[in-house]
């Protein structure tokens, strides 16, 4: 197999012990099927994000209720199965967090085949290296809380557990106020 290449590559820029956590298997409401399953170019959008993914990245998770839907193209991305009872995106990540001992994680949903962009790989850990020790819910612009998105640090994963009954929305769960 090979080496996945290094999602930072610029000089002087620390690269963590870095993972990526792809989330399958939502409820796809509005799509009325799975949607990491629908066909891009012949193949599941899934496909090509871990596809994608594993370039960039040595550990690479995916997360699903169901995880064995997706195994015959899962490649060498680690099953994960999301046992919380409220299925949403927080949950999912917080199921990879719970077994990755990356320090920086990426993550992004299984029908987003034009995600693991390098130029955006760059950016989002370029700010997650100069985060380093912020917890996510003090992330602010112009006075005003921001959500994180794309990229996370595990000791930023705030109240784990509370998403999973839906006690704590998105929002409130990065919370540390």
Not at 33 to 42: E, I, Q, T, V, Y
Not at 56 to 74: N, T, W
Not at 87 to 95: C, D, V
Not at 130 to 156: C, F, I, Q, Y
């Amino acid at each position: 197999m090979a080496r996945a290449e290094a999602p930072i590559r610029r000089p002087g820029l620390v690269t963590d012990p870095t993972c990526a956590i792809v989330l399958a298997g939502g409820r796809s409401t509005r799509f009325g099927s799975d949607k990491s399953l629908a066909l891009l170019r012949g193949e599941p959008l899934l496909a090509h994000v871990l596809r994608a993914c594993a370039k960039r990245f040595a550990d690479v998770l995916l997360v699903a209720k169901e995880p064995s839907r997706y195994g015959s193209f899962s490649g060498n991305a680690r099953l994960i199965r999301d046992r919380a009872l409220v299925s949403t995106p927080l949950a999912g990540i917080e199921a990879g967090l719970a077994v990755s001992t990356a320090e920086i994680a990426f993550c992004c949903g299984g029908d987003m085949p034009f995600a693991v962009d390098p130029s955006l790989l760059e950016a989002l850990f370029a700010f997650a290296t100069a985060l380093r020790g912020v917890p996510a819910g003090d992330l602010s612009a112009r006075g005003h809380r921001r959500s994180p998105r794309g990229v996370g640090r595990p000791e930023t994963a705030p109240r784990r557990g509370a998403h999973r009954t839906g006690a704590l929305g998105g929002r409130k769960a990065v919370s540390r106020r």
